[in-house]
């Protein structure tokens, strides 16, 4: 049977999956911005240890508000894990779209009604901060310059027409979670959401990307480090090799 068209297949239900890690003072902020934007999606806090507290308020607005989730982790074993298991929780139960989202205020849930709309003809959409629209604020200029670079050397290595492969605030159709292999995903850091951008289009499925407003989080420390940099240069680096070797083959065979 052939598969109706991407704007016929429904996208609610909505879940979004939050990361936290010592977010207590951003976390309830964030969650009311969310539900003023959209009141009917659902939030899937995805704690990791938070000595601060941030699990225990997690659990406290869940006990006020049925839309809001928590699933508790005994230990920060990185944002690629986190996301995993949020997106494992919600293949679980019957949402039709998962939407990655920081809880730290830098991804305004203000953006996310266009970013669903935009799913009408895509699996995945990607909020940018490098298409044309899209902006920063706030952000120290050593970051961004990181930042653009990042996805420079990604665009080049993968060869793919992705502005901003290291997207942290995006939303999947169900189908995208279903088909990939999450078991195999050993990505922890901020190279988690350039693997899955890249196996994402791997797999056959579309791809755009919306312009957002990434706000510099103004409570609470960035999670970035030397180590999860590392990592995404050498990954990176190893499937962009793999990718032209296969692309070299498939040229000496014709």
């Known amino acids: 049977m052939a598969q109706a068209p991407r704007a016929a297949q429904p996208i609610d239900p909505v879940l979004v999956v ?36 941030t699990g225990e308020l997690a659990d406290k607005l869940a006990a006020d508000d049925d839309r809001v989730h928590v699933l508790h982790r005994t230990e920060k074993a990185g944002l690629g894990a986190a996301y995993v298991a949020g997106f494992r929780w919600g293949l679980e139960r019957d949402y039709a779209t998962i939407v990655e989202m920081d809880a730290d205020g830098s991804h305004a849930p203000e953006d996310l ?7 009408s003809d895509a699996d995945l959409v990607l909020g940018s901060r490098y298409v044309p629209g899209g902006s920063v604020v706030n952000w120290p200029k050593h970051r961004e310059l990181l930042s653009r670079a990042a996805n420079l050397y990604s665009r080049l290595a993968l060869g793919m027409r992705v502005r901003e492969y290291t997207a942290g605030f995006r939303a999947y159709r169900r189908a995208v979670l ?9 990505s922890r850091g901020y190279c988690f959401q350039i693997d899955l951008a890249w196996r994402t289009v ?3 499925f579309e791809l755009v990307e919306v312009p957002i407003t990434f706000t510099e ?12 940099i590392r990592e995404a240069m050498v990954r990176v680096g190893i499937w962009g090799a793999q990718h032209r070797w296969h692309q070299l083959r498939r040229l000496l065979r014709r």
């Open 217 to 228: 989080r103004e409570i609470g420390q960035s999670k970035m480090s030397s180590s999860i």
């Open 202 to 204: 791997k797999a056959g």
């Open 178 to 186: 279903e088909k990939l292999p999450l078991d195999e995903i050993a």
């Open 113 to 119: 009604p266009r970013m669903l709309e935009a799913l």
């Open 18 to 53: 939050v990361p936290t890690y010592n977010e207590r003072e951003n976390l309830t902020p964030i969650l009311q911005r969310l539900h003023e934007s959209l009141p009917d999606v659902h939030a899937l806090v995805v704690d990791d240890g938070s000595p601060d507290g």
